[in-house]
C-alpha cells in the first residue's frame, strides 16, 4: 500500500480516538467546578455527591484522554518529518506553550484538587477545579491554534526561507490572532458542554428508569438539559461562522461540502445530491434556489465558487495537480454532523420544556435517552473528518501537500506493523475507558462518597 495512505490512516486513528476523549474532559470539568461551588455556597450534600460522582467520571476520562494523546506528538517527527521540518517552527510554537503552560497548569491544579481536600483551605479546593477545567480548554485553545494554521495559514505570521526551504515565524500574534482558530476554539468549547451534557443526561435517565436516587439525577438531568440546549445552540452558530469564514479561506472546502460543481451567483443549497462511483461528479441533485447563498453570505445573491472553476484556478496557481477533496465524504460527513446536531437541539429542547410540564422521573420516554449519548460523539466524529478531509490535498492549505510531508524513509511495512499495534492498544484503551464509566456510572453517587479516589488519580498523575 502507498505509504501516505497507511500515515494517513494512522493519524486519523490515533486521533479519532483521542478525540473520543478530550470534548468530555473540556465539558466535564466546568460541570464539576460548578457542582462544588454550589456546595462550597450552600453546604447542602447532594452538590457534594454531585461533585465526587460527576469528578469519577472526569477523572477516569481524563486520564484516558492524556495517554492517547502523547503518541501524536511523536507522530509528527517519525511520519511526518517533512511536516515537522517545513512547518515545526510554526506548529511547535502553540504546542510547547500548550504543553508548558496550559498543561502544566491542568495537571498540577488537577492534583490539588484529587489529594487536597481536607488538605487545603476550602477556596483554594474550589478555585483549583475550576483552573484545572480552564487548563484544560486553554490547552485545546493551543492546539487548535495550531491547527487553524493548517486549515488557513495568516500570510503576516510566516516568511519562507528559501535557502532551508522552510517556513520561519515573523509574527507570534498573527499567528495566535487566526480567526479559523477562535472560531475552532468556540465551536470545540460548545462541543466540550454538549457531550458532558449527553453523558449526564444519559446515566441519569439510567438511574432514573431504576428508580435510585431520583432528587440527586434529576437535579442532575435538569441541569444537563439547560447546559445540552444552550451549547447545541452554540454549535450550530460556530459551525455558521466557520462555514462562512470557509468562503474567505477555503471555498474549495465549501464547494465540495455542497457539491457546487459550477460557479453560482445566487447559489444553491443541496438537498440531495447524488454522484458516481469517483465522488467528484454528480449523476442527480435537488436543491433550494439562493439558500447557499444566505447561508454563505447572510444574502440571496453572492457568488459562491464552483469546483470546477477553482480546480482550474489552483492549477494556474499552484501547478497541475487533482485540487478536489473526496466529495462523497466531505458532503455525506457535513450531513450526518448537522443531522445529529438538530437532533441533539431537538431532543434538548423537548427535555427542557418537558421539565417545566411536570415530573420528568415518571416520563415513559426516558428508557430511550441513555442512547441518545451517541449523538455527539458521532457529531464530533463526523465534523473532524469534514475538517480534515475537506483540506485535501494540502497538509497546510495553499503551501504544503500531503504528498509532501511523510516521512521519506518510510516503508510499508514500518507503517503496516505500527497501525496494527496503534489500533489494538487504542482499542483496548477505549474499552478499559467504557469499562470504568459504566462501572463508576453505575454504582451511583453513594458508591463515589465512600469509594477511596486514591487509585484513578494516581494514574493521571503517572500520565502527566
Not at 218 to 224: C, E, H, N, V, Y
Not at 231 to 250: N, W
Not at 298 to 310: A, H, M, R, S
Request: overall charge neutral; some cysteine; glycine content about 8%.
Amino acid at each position: 500500500m502507498d505509504i501516505v495512505i497507511l500515515s494517513r490512516l494512522q493519524f486519523a486513528l490515533t486521533t479519532i480516538y483521542h478525540w473520543l476523549f478530550v470534548p468530555l474532559t473540556l465539558g466535564l470539568g466546568w460541570f464539576v467546578a460548578f457542582f462544588q461551588t454550589r456546595y462550597y455556597q450552600t453546604k447542602d450534600e447532594t452538590w457534594h455527591k454531585m461533585t465526587k460522582f460527576w469528578g469519577k467520571l472526569f477523572l477516569i476520562n481524563f486520564a484516558i484522554g492524556v495517554v492517547t494523546g502523547i503518541v501524536q506528538e511523536f507522530q509528527f517527527g517519525m511520519n511526518w518529518s517533512e511536516y515537522s521540518r517545513y512547518v515545526g517552527d510554526i506548529f511547535g510554537a502553540p504546542l510547547a506553550v500548550e504543553a508548558l503552560v496550559a498543561f502544566f497548569m491542568e495537571s498540577t491544579f488537577l492534583g490539588i484538587w484529587i489529594f487536597g481536600e481536607g488538605r487545603v483551605p476550602e477556596k483554594v479546593h474550589l478555585a483549583s477545579i475550576w483552573l484545572a477545567a480552564l487548563g484544560s480548554n486553554l490547552s485545546a485553545l493551543w492546539i487548535l491554534l495550531a491547527n487553524s494554521f493548517m486549515q488557513a495559514p495568516p500570510a503576516a505570521s510566516y516568511v519562507f526561507n528559501a535557502e532551508k526551504g522552510r517556513l520561519e515565524l515573523v509574527n507570534f500574534f498573527a499567528l495566535i490572532g487566526n480567526p479559523k482558530g477562535w472560531i475552532f476554539f468556540w465551536h470545540t468549547i460548545s462541543d466540550g458542554l454538549a457531550m458532558a451534557a449527553f453523558l449526564i443526561l444519559a446515566v441519569s435517565a439510567y438511574h432514573i428508569i431504576r428508580k435510585q436516587n431520583l432528587a440527586f439525577f434529576k437535579l442532575s438531568f435538569q441541569i444537563a438539559a439547560v447546559v445540552g440546549l444552550v451549547a447545541s445552540v452554540l454549535i450550530f452558530l460556530g459551525g455558521h461562522t466557520m462555514g462562512q469564514y470557509m468562503r474567505e479561506v477555503q471555498p474549495m472546502k465549501l464547494a465540495a461540502i455542497e457539491a457546487i460543481w459550477e460557479t453560482e451567483q445566487p447559489a444553491s443549497f443541496s438537498l440531495l445530491t447524488i454522484g458516481d462511483l469517483s465522488g467528484k461528479k454528480e449523476v442527480w441533485s435537488i436543491r433550494i434556489p439562493g439558500a447557499m447563498s444566505f447561508l454563505a453570505c447572510n444574502n440571496f445573491t453572492c457568488e459562491v465558487k464552483g469546483v470546477n472553476e477553482l480546480q482550474a484556478q489552483y492549477e494556474q496557481q499552484y501547478g497541475p495537480g487533482d485540487y478536489v477533496p473526496l466529495m462523497i465524504v466531505t458532503y455525506w460527513t457535513f450531513r450526518i454532523m448537522m443531522a445529529f446536531g438538530f437532533v441533539m437541539m431537538g431532543m434538548t429542547a423537548f427535555f427542557v420544556w418537558s421539565n417545566s410540564r411536570g415530573d420528568i422521573t415518571k416520563a415513559k420516554w426516558m428508557k430511550w435517552v441513555p442512547a441518545m449519548l451517541i449523538l455527539p460523539y458521532l457529531a464530533n466524529a463526523s465534523g473532524w473528518i469534514l475538517t480534515e478531509m475537506g483540506r485535501q490535498p494540502w497538509i497546510v492549505y495553499g503551501l504544503l501537500k500531503v504528498q509532501d510531508a511523510v516521512s521519506p524513509n518510510l516503508t510499508a511495512v514500518d507503517l503496516l506493523i505500527s497501525l496494527i499495534g496503534y489500533t489494538a492498544v487504542y482499542g483496548s484503551l477505549a474499552v478499559a475507558m467504557v469499562y470504568l464509566m459504566k462501572k463508576y456510572a453505575i454504582a451511583g453517587p453513594d458508591a463515589a462518597m465512600h469509594e477511596s479516589v486514591d487509585v484513578a488519580p494516581a494514574r493521571v498523575g503517572s500520565q502527566d
